[in-house]
């Protein structure tokens, strides 16, 4: 059984782990955090996890064991399609058009956080499919932190939960032998790839760290670091990307794009782009940041640094000396509520420049980036979307609602590892925050877990006798669902499963 964890206690592991680590689960409850202290203390027969936090600091092993655990190599074959498609319809011929040409003589690729291989092997296979015989013109570097993730990499073989895309068909029949309870990778594939154990924290005078790449690929691995240990890594991957160089990202992962020459692409993917002109900008906090056009390309966003400001009702703020503060709150107070109207009236690209506006406004700027994110989220730009859930983060890290989108936002791209995560963050947030439980109740009974979603259900059905439930985010609500509409539908679910 799963022990509570105190907030004490949950704090001084955290701290511990940072202090050691770089690992940063501090800002925020991390579900897989809790399951890792449990897991662990059960593994090592120990009373409590008390005992385990006082038994990492006597036994550096058992630590090692816990940080591994927590860095879990959670991966599958075409992960976020998406990204592969981009990979194949934009980055592939652009550099063919190089090989031609012969300004490049080979095309470098780095899968920085490869774990057991299915992430370098799904860009093998697209290499494969355009290269054919070319093929060795492309090279493919995949490299990672823990040993036994590479040695399985190299011998190829899978099963069934590796296969887990659009593309499991495809990659399954052409490149794969179907064994018993597995999946043989071919040779060939498979020696496309080069592996090596490498921990990217301390790629610092390192022979790896003089290689320079056209694309590099770390997904899902910078999201529980601290902010200034990703700072530096990105830093580093620009230094390691050649001029016009591709930076994959996961989508949850962040950094503002000011600090160094990057810019977006249009598609939002999380696919960053290392503009030509290397030349360092000064830092500025994410606040101070604009996106403006620069480029002849004007699809492509730049964020260079703004000056403050002008406050969106800079005349009658003028005018009246006597308050002004008063004045500037009220005023972006109003325009908040004219966005929500214009949303209301379905003018979404009005409403979206109002709510843009209010970010500039401490006291309107984390409603407006929610519903930013919502909004985003309904037109499928997920990156956008995940951008201003993390903004909101920063400035309140407990912030049900940005958490709750984020598990939306997962959902849509089909990462139900990851949705389920955040739904279980913003209920930690927010306790009675009704649409994560049942939202996470609708996951649990697609996994099968049908008592804990029936908890949930219950859950859900309790709040509108004690304590009343979160109130939501209004366009959250509104636009999803309200508390009675998924009352009535939850109790129904509990009295007929009741009767059963
Ligand atoms: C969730 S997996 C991601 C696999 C793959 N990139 C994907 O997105 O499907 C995260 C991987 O990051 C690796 N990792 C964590 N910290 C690392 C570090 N400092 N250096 C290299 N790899 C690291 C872990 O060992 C794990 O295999």
Known sequence: MQQEISPELYQKVASYIKKNSALDYSNAFHHNLKIALNDRTEANQLHSCEEYYFFIQQNPQEYQELIQQLTIGETYFFR?????????????????QSLQEKTTATINIWSAACSSGEEPYSIAMTVHELFGKNKNLVNIFATDIDHN???????????KNSFRSENEKWSQKQYFVEQEHSFQLQQAIINQVQFQQLNFLELENTPFAQNKFHVIFCRNALIYFSQKTVYQLIERFHDMLLDGGYLFLGP????????????????????YRKIKTPEKKIKASPQVLKKTQLDSNQS?????????????????????????????????????????HLYQQKSLADAEKLFKECTSDEKTEIRARIALAH????????????????????????????????????????????????????????????????????????????????????????????CGHHEIHPLLRDHTLTFEQVFNICSPKLSSDNQK
């Not at 993730?149 to 099963?159: E, M, P, T």
């Not at 697609?446 to 259900?457: I, L, T, V």
Request: aromatic share 14%.
């Open 149 to 159: 993730a590479i040695q399985s990499a190299r011998q190829g073989i899978y099963r």
């Open 80 to 96: 976020y399609t998406q990204q592969f498609d981009f990979l194949r319809n934009t980055v592939f011929p652009e550099y063919s």
């Open 252 to 271: 949850a992962e962040y950094f503002p794009k000011s600090q160094f020459s990057f810019v977006m692409e249009p598609q939002g993917h999380s696919i």
């Open 375 to 466: 909004i985003f989220s309904d037109q499928n730009k997920h990156t956008e979307a995940l951008e201003q859930c993390q903004l909101v983060l920063q400035q309140e890290p407990v912030n049900g609602d940005a958490y709750f989108l984020m598990g939306m936002l997962y959902q849509q791209i089909n990462d139900f590892l990851q949705a389920e995560k955040m739904l279980r963050k913003s209920i930690y947030c927010q306790e009675n925050h009704y649409l994560a439980r049942y939202f996470l109740a609708g996951l649990l009974e697609e996994k099968g877990e049908r008592n804990k979603a029936q908890k949930e259900y219950q859950n859900i059905v309790n709040l509108s006798d004690n």
């Open 300 to 340: 492509n966003r730049v964020y260079t640094i703004q000056k403050p400001r002008k406050s969106y009702f800079m005349k009658s703020e003028a005018s009246d000396t006597s308050h002004p503060n008063t004045s500037v709150s009220k005023n972006y107070q109003q325009l908040y509520e004219d966005a929500f």
